[in-house]
């Protein structure tokens, strides 16, 4: 039986893009290491990012919020509005926002610029000159993704936490400690740490998608809006496999 061939093409692709991250862990860990460029590319990918994902944490929260509060007053139950919001905020939809986000805003820039600097052959320049240009570029902005994105969901979780308290009291009063306390009471450490230990896998998926599309670009300016649109398609469907595995990992160990 042949294998139809965008079966093939997705199974060619999967074993390119696993090489390319075994090819990380293999360069990684040897020096020579380029901190200064990895902290330039942390800047570029976790503080550059702060408005957007902070404006989104927010309007999240707030709407949230304010959809949930007819139901529960439906049932009676508007005294667990904080706690529910919270609990989904932190468990699921903060992470997985701000990893989409991530991969619309990074994952596009960082195929783009690779898509550009293999075009205009500035890779194969830095080869010639000696410079080892997966070190440079690939490790170091995978890493900066790896690293930024957990600290931009926590980032996200405290904003969207504030837009809810804010979107509690539209129609009704909840005082600043009251709303806070029943946060507290209601997210345990087993909501918390399975949603920021997944946000490390989300950035690195984010992070090898992104520069394996744009280190493998094809030729011409065409190639370079491919493999950016490409880097953000690919990411997102990977955050959502990653996302549902760890939903199951989190259930089988009794987390949820």
Known sequence: MKIPNYLQRFFEETGDISRFA??????????????GELVRQAFFIGYKS????????????LVLTIQSRPTLVEFGAES???????????????????????AGKIG????????????????????????????????????????????????SNAIALYGAYLGANI???????????QVFQAISYSDFIPSLIKTFFFGFA????????????????????????????????????IDLIAVQITDLLGLT
Do not use: H
Not at 52 to 61: P, Q
């Open 22 to 35: 075994a090819r990380f862990f293999k360069e990684g860990f040897k020096p020579r290491y380029e901190f």
């Open 50 to 61: 702060l408005p957007l994902v902070g404006i989104t944490a927010f309007i999240m929260g």
């Open 80 to 102: 667990w509005l904080p706690r529910m919001v919270s609990v989904s905020l932190v468990r699921e939809i903060a992470p997985m926002i701000t990893a989409l986000i991530a």
């Open 108 to 155: 596009s820039s960082i195929g783009a610029e690779l898509g550009s600097m293999k075009v205009t052959e500035q890779i194969d320049a830095m080869e010639v000159s000696g410079t080892n240009p997966f070190k440079f570029l690939v490790v170091t902005r995978i890493l900066a993704a790896t690293l930024m994105l957990p600290i931009l969901s926590l980032w």
């Open 171 to 181: 129609k009704g009063i909840v005082s600043w400690s009251l709303y806070w306390s």
């Open 206 to 241: 984010i992070g090898v998608i992104g520069c394996y599309k744009g280190y493998n670009s094809q030729k011409g300016t065409e190639g370079v809006g491919n493999s950016a649109n490409s880097a953000v398609v690919v990411s997102s469907l990977t955050i959502f496999l």
